[in-house]
DNA sequence: TTGTCGTATAGATATTTGTCAATATAATAG
DNA sequence: CTATTATATTGACAAATATCTATACGACAA
């Protein structure tokens, strides 16, 4: 996983409304329409969200019949937790 | 820390030249001179993702004589970590 | 086949964004 | 005062983006 695959999942975490999604999917798996209830945009801009945040590969997409059902990414995101918890974090008041 | 300011954080985060000079400052304290020796941008736009990086607060700058030396905010850094470790992610393998 | 339902794609448009050159600001030195 | 140095701001512009309406696609039902 380099830098710019970050971004990209940064990105895709830097839209408020694609936030909302990630925020909803953290409980758990959701149907397009289950997401698409709780936003106040069309069926067209949920959907080009969605494929944003799967081409980033933080959220996944399992077709289920007429229903597509959303996931995070489980795996990359314990990842992206990992790399930002490696940082070098000094206590602010000593060198 | 509402989802908002989240976004913020992800929005500034998700630039690649932002990535890499917080990529950067994980290394430490830089000064905005150094920061811009290791990128092919003009010091205007440096200074331009350096505000953006601050007023997300992830970047705090520090002024230090004629040198702003920028450092990352570790606090908020580690409250974003919390709050993504905070997800409630299965095993892929069953429900 | 025709209709319905959930989702995706195409095309248009207004807004946002990243970048630059030019200039300003603030602090210091002489 | 003037000159220098590090950084910030302004204004412009091309590129990217979020959103919509209209339409297409795929799976199933009758």
């Not at 971004?7 to 758990?28: N, Q, V």
């Not at 494929?51 to 995070?72: F, N, P, Q």
């Amino acid at each position: 996983m380099d830098t710019c695959e970050y971004a990209k999942i940064f990105k895709a975490l830097g839209d408020e409304t694609r936030l909302k999604i990630f925020e909803m999917l953290r409980g758990g798996e959701l149907c397009a329409c289950k997401i698409l209830e709780n936003l106040n945009i069309t069926q067209p801009t949920l959907s080009h969200h969605m494929k944003i945040l799967c081409e980033c590969g933080i959220v996944m997409a399992r077709k289920d019949w007429k229903w597509t059902h959303y996931s995070l990414n489980c795996a990359l995101l314990s990842g992206l937790i990992a790399h930002l918890g490696d940082t070098k974090c000094r206590r602010n008041t000593e060198e």
